[in-house]
DNA sequence: TTCATTTTTAGAATTATTCTATTTTTATTT
DNA sequence: AAATAAAAATAGAATAATTCTAAAAATGAA
């Protein structure tokens, strides 16, 4: 038996987080929403099923997740923060038009030379244009 | 005679801005402070010189420069974002720890392979990390 | 059980940004 | 130059994402 749910807890320990059930909800719905969803979509489709649970603890967790590098935050947006559980190097594209986000998949993320002294420990990309079927609409 | 505020009015009226007082001071802050500033930044330093500036103009023009691609927004970071009117090619790092935000020349910027039809306008690359002088502290 | 610690919670507070309605400035026409 | 139209700037209210606060609930240890 190697459920959703063991994979979640799984993840949670291996970063030394105590698998509470509002985490668990939060990281389940992280890792089966490929959807990059902010912290009001995942409180908003996780209340009905858990109508004690309170948008601080959604975002509580966020922030514990980010921090422990469970998840990435993604500002890609200036609203609302995105956040998105898979971590295989890939980058962002989103669409001036409709707003949808995709995934794009590259070998490995690029760093570019840091001046002396400088660490990196994590690195985004962000590419922003028309998506295939927005570019279709404004040819004609 | 080149000064700055030739150069100034020449770059938004490239851009088919028209150079009103309030605009000219906002891209000349841009232009001569390479701190990535927040709109709230402009607006303090500006006001003393300009007080009947209001942040709304602010806003307003820095939403119009960006949309007409003269300067770009940084969302480096989730609270604010940052402006930069630097269109060389180069990236952002910001240090977790003093949260300094430091431009990193780059030969050119990195767009991976897109899925069919989407195009891309625009790209940016955040990475982040410590800066070599809080990595000095963090050793001892 | 008792006590201490951690987590969750509701709602208030904060804060960056946008909106609204008005005023000022600029440009155009007579 | 006066009148009119259009664009830009303004003050302050409104919005909305996120954080904070203080209390309650859950968990773990003694």
Chains 1, 2 share one sequence.
């Not at 995942?42 to 922030?63: E, G, Q, R």
Request: glycine share 4%.
């Amino acid at each position: 038996m190697n459920g959703i749910k063991n994979m979640v807890r799984e993840r949670l320990e291996l970063h030394g987080i105590k698998p509470s059930m509002q985490r668990m909800a939060v990281m389940e719905y992280l890792m089966t929403h490929r959807t990059h969803p902010t912290a009001e979509m995942i409180f908003t489709d996780l209340y009905p099923d858990m109508p004690t649970l309170s948008k601080a603890t959604v975002y509580n967790t966020l922030n514990l997740l980010v921090e422990r590098g469970v998840v990435r935050m993604i500002t890609i947006e200036e609203k609302n923060a995105r956040f998105d559980a898979c971590m295989d190097p890939h980058i962002h594209f989103r669409c001036r038009e409709c707003g949808a986000i995709l995934d794009v998949n590259v070998e490995a993320h690029w760093v570019p030379a840091m001046p002396a002294g400088v660490t990196v420990d994590m690195s985004e990309t962000y590419c922003i244009g028309y998506c295939a079927e927005c570019n279709q609409k404004r040819v004609n």
